[in-house]
Nanobody, 120 residues
């Protein structure tokens, strides 16, 4: 079984910074893409950033230049550094990963979410 556990959320003033972390644990053969999603109240969950196993990254337009996704493959961990935070970044942030638990079995896994609140 695989678990993803996020940490690092909290309350911050506009213009501030937070760093989210997500650790994958369990029976892991390899980790492919790792992603951060977010969901604000009354809105659909949206992709914020993703990073491939090789380190290639992509971002939602509204966070480009402010957020940075990175990963530590040795620690099965993905990070999201969020700078210049805005009230519209307020949401529950979810970690997502495509993980192979064997050479033939791959699945998509989600963390439980961490709340990020940006006050104006």
């Amino acid at each position: 079984q695989v678990h993803l556990v996020e940490s690092g959320g909290g309350l911050v003033q506009a213009g501030g910074s937070l760093r989210l972390s997500c650790v994958a644990s369990g029976t892991i053969f390899s980790i492919n893409a790792m992603r951060w999603y977010r969901q604000a109240p009354g809105k659909q969950r949206e992709l914020v950033a993703d990073i491939t196993s090789g380190g290639s990254t992509s971002y939602k337009d509204s966070v480009k230049g402010r957020f940075t996704i990175s990963r530590d493959n040795a620690k099965n961990t993905v990070y999201l550094q969020m700078n210049s935070l805005k009230p519209e970044d307020t949401a529950v942030y979810y970690c997502n990963a495509v993980i192979s638990v064997s050479m033939v079995t791959t699945g998509m896994y989600w963390g439980q979410g961490t709340q990020v609140t940006v006050s104006s």
